[in-house]
C-alpha cells in the first residue's frame, strides 16, 4: 500500500486536530456539573470536534473559471 503524504495532511490531519481541541475544550473549559450536553462528557467532546475537523477537511467547490482553466490546461 502506497502511503499518499498529501491525503494526510489534506483529510486525516483536521479530524485528528479537531479531536484533539475538541477534548482540550472539555479538559480545560468544560463543564463540571454534567449539565451541558457536549462539554461534561470526553468522549462527546472529542467525537463534536473531529466532526468539525471532517467539515473542514471537505474540499470546497471549485469556482468555474478555475474548472474552465483546469480543463483547458488538460487539452494543451
Do not use: H, Q, W
Amino acid at each position: 500500500m502506497k502511503f499518499n503524504k498529501s491525503f494526510v495532511l489534506k483529510r486525516i490531519l483536521p479530524v485528528v486536530a479537531g479531536g484533539v481541541i475538541g477534548y482540550a475544550y472539555y479538559y480545560f473549559i468544560g463543564c463540571a456539573s454534567g449539565t451541558c450536553a457536549i462539554t461534561s462528557n470526553p468522549y462527546i467532546s472529542t467525537a463534536y470536534g473531529s466532526v468539525i475537523g471532517l467539515i473542514f477537511a471537505f474540499p470546497a467547490k471549485k469556482k468555474k473559471s478555475e474548472v474552465n482553466n483546469d480543463r483547458s490546461k488538460e487539452n494543451n
